[in-house]
């Protein structure tokens, strides 16, 4: 079986920190992304969920190759890849394109799915050091958890089988900033105040505690509001945390 990554050879020496949580020489392949390691658990968690959900989820079968990652491991893969990054040491960009490509155009298997702010100044796959078809990325103003959202991180966790869900609030956020001063805004802007209120009414005005509060309630919200998250948390098939992005370092930290 092929490795999923393309790895320089100074890696192969020190043995390499793979985006599927284990340290293995590229010659060793990888077990956490073998197409046979995915069916071969991918589908209990589907049948699993569907069967909660009662009959009609379709799985599409593209999606039914799952990682094997455990909840705990996925989480780490991405706190590595934040070290990475926050280290100047990125190893993503060593992946080969062409290669990813081939591995991902007829289905994804994320390990984990980030319900980040659609902020430019946090792009997730950069800030966790991983390429395609790893991350299962929602970007909404104020990272909230909507209808849509849920919905989306439903299908990242019961149809392609993500191990983690990560709220990711940051600093200096202008939709949390701005529910805080209520400003007039034109269109449909002030929508986003409806779901950030909670946690400036939890924090009150000061914005970096508004906006750690606002990720710890949305990631609650997930939890609470949808059947199908809570029963995979429940089976120990899912773990959803909150975390907040330090724009100046760079750097995760769980809440
Ligand atoms: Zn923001």
């Known amino acids: ?41 991918g589908v209990g968690l589907t049948a699993g969920l569907a069967a909660g959900l009662g009959a009609g989820l379709t799985v599409p079968s593209a999606a039914r190759a799952q990682t094997q990652m455990t909840p705990d491991a996925a989480l780490q893969a991405m706190m590595d890849g934040n070290k990475r990054f926050t280290q100047g040491q990125m190893t993503s ?86 529910t805080i001063k209520a400003q007039a805004v034109p269109g449909q802007i002030s929508v986003l105040y409806r779901s950030i209120r909670p946690a400036v009414d939890q924090a009150g005005p000061n914005l970096e ?22 029963e995979a948390i429940k089976g120990g098939q899912l773990k959803i945390v909150a975390a907040y992005y330090d724009l100046a370092s760079g750097a995760v930290t769980l809440l």
């Open 1 to 41: 079986m092929a490795s999923f990554h393309s790895v320089p050879t100074e890696f192969s020496a020190l043995g390499h920190s793979c985006a599927c949580g284990a340290d293995h020489a590229p010659a060793a392949g990888c077990a956490g992304w073998s197409r046979r390691g995915f069916l071969r658990t």
């Open 93 to 178: 960009f060593n992946d080969d394109l062409k290669m990813l490509k081939e591995k991902t155009a007829e289905g994804q298997a994320p390990f984990a799915a980030v319900l980040s702010c659609a902020d430019s100044r946090v792009p997730v796959e950069l800030v966790f050091d991983q390429t395609i078809g790893h991350l299962f990325v929602c970007r909404v103003a104020g990272n909230i958890a909507t209808a849509a959202l849920i919905g989306s991180l439903e299908y990242g966790a019961a149809v392609l089988g993500t191990k983690a869900i990560m709220v990711l609030g940051h600093g200096s956020c202008g939709a949390v900033d701005a």
């Open 209 to 230: 505690a508004a906006i750690r509060a606002n990720a710890k309630i949305q990631a609650g919200l997930l939890g609470s509001s949808s059947p199908v998250l809570a």
